[in-house]
């Protein structure tokens, strides 16, 4: 299989998404269903997390959805049978909450996944799963940007967790031939965000602001520097590493070659929205601790395996997301 078909590739095929309520899993349901796809959704709704009826109005009648945990042993093992595609996006994510309280990240993400895989393991071993870690799994770089080879040195239990997950699909992969491919997601940004607090999904809680005609506030001196990345660039990753047999077993980063510093964000998100202002601001102490400065990735090693690059620039990614929420505000504030 090679990722040049993905478009017609999903016809048909059964897939699950773990977290499909929340942000990246709904763009990606709302895509597979587009493609003719018969999708799942498993999600716990869990407060202050990204899950939203909303987010799948467009495809409710074509999706089942199925309200639980990933960490119910049971349920898993009957949502996976006769799966083709296993994406596992369900997790803590909240890398703020993890500094207080770091038991929902090592319950859901680390034990979380075992169940998923062990389910695959023992229901469905042909499914092939696609799992979502994040950059942060590699804490600051060491230089840049940042390949998959580069050291990893996470700086919170939400990262750890991440990439302890990362280390169970793999196993798995290695150990009981499910077959996996393991993804390193940078920021990313776009409809269907949670938009009620500013602990996870920065890039989102800017649009808000600006939307708001409020201050962005900018951290530090504003020059550290990130490769935000559009939702729809992100869900065509991971539809195209889905789909390309070489792909399975890698670690791949899902980044944009194109750094931004925060000011510049902010700066761009302002006179994108025509609405918004915004001022420097000290780091809180939490976020000091967290914060690994400069990271891009390099996307080198999906662009040459699986055929992906990113094809989203940031002035358009932020029209479309502010164009979606200043629709969709009440569904979201
Ligand atoms: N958004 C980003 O910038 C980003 C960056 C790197 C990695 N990721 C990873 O991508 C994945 C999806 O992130 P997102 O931004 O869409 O988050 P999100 O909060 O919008 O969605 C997560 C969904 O998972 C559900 N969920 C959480 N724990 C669950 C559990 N135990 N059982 C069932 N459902 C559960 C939530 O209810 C929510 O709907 C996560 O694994 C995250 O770590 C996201």
Same mark, same amino acid.
């Given at each position: ?131 979502? #870690?994040? =950059?942060? %799994?590699?804490?600051? /770089?060491?230089?840049?940007? !940042?390949?998959?080879? +580069?050291?990893?040195?996470?700086? @919170? ?32 940004? #776009?409809? =269907?965000? %949670?938009?009620?607090? /500013?602990?996870?999904?920065? !890039?989102?809680?800017? +649009?808000?602001?600006?939307?708001? @005609? ?120």
């Amino acid at each position: 299989m090679n990722a040049s078909n993905w478009q017609t590739h999903f016809r048909t095929r059964r897939v699950l998404i773990t977290g499909g309520m929340g942000f990246i899993g709904s763009n990606l349901a709302i895509q597979l269903v587009n493609q003719g796809a018969q999708v799942t959704i498993a999600d716990a709704m869990i407060p202050g997390y990204g899950g939203n009826l909303f987010n799948i109005e467009p495809i409710r009648q074509q999706v089942t959805v199925n309200f639980c945990d990933i960490r119910d042993v049971n349920t898993m093992n009957y949502l996976v049978q006769g799966q083709d595609y296993i994406f596992h996006l369900a997790g803590q994510v909240d890398h703020i909450l993890s500094l207080s309280d770091p038991y929902p990240d090592i319950d859901m993400n680390i034990k979380g996944t075992a169940v998923v895989m062990e389910a695959c393991k023992h229901h469905n071993p042909k499914a092939r799963v696609i799992y979502t #870690g994040t =950059r942060g %799994q590699y804490g600051s /770089a060491v230089s840049l940007p !940042v390949d998959e080879n +580069a050291p990893t040195h996470p700086k @919170g239990i939400y990262e750890i967790t991440r990439l302890t997950a990362e280390k169970i699909t793999q196993v798995y992969h290695e150990v009981h031939g499910i077959r996996s491919v393991m993804l390193r997601l940078t920021n990313v940004y #776009g409809p =269907r965000a %949670q938009m009620i607090h /500013a602990r996870y999904g920065v !890039v989102n809680w800017f +649009a808000r602001l600006a939307i708001d @005609g409020a201050a962005i506030q900018v951290f530090g001196d504003g020059q550290i520097k990130r490769d935000f990345l559009y939702v729809d660039d992100c869900i065509e990753a991971m539809l195209m590493a889905a789909v390309c047999s070489d792909a399975y077993g890698e670690v791949f980063n899902v980044g944009l070659d194109q750094p931004t510093t925060f000011l510049e964000l902010a700066q761009t998100m302002i006179e994108v929205a025509g609405t918004g202002t915004w001022a420097f601001a000290p780091f809180s102490p939490e976020r000091k601790a967290q914060e690994p400065g400069d990271f891009y990735s390099d996307i080198s090693k999906i662009k040459r395996i699986v055929g992906w690059q990113p094809r989203t620039s940031l002035a358009v990614g932020l029209a479309q997301t502010i164009a979606y929420y200043r629709a969709h505000k009440a569904h979201y504030w």
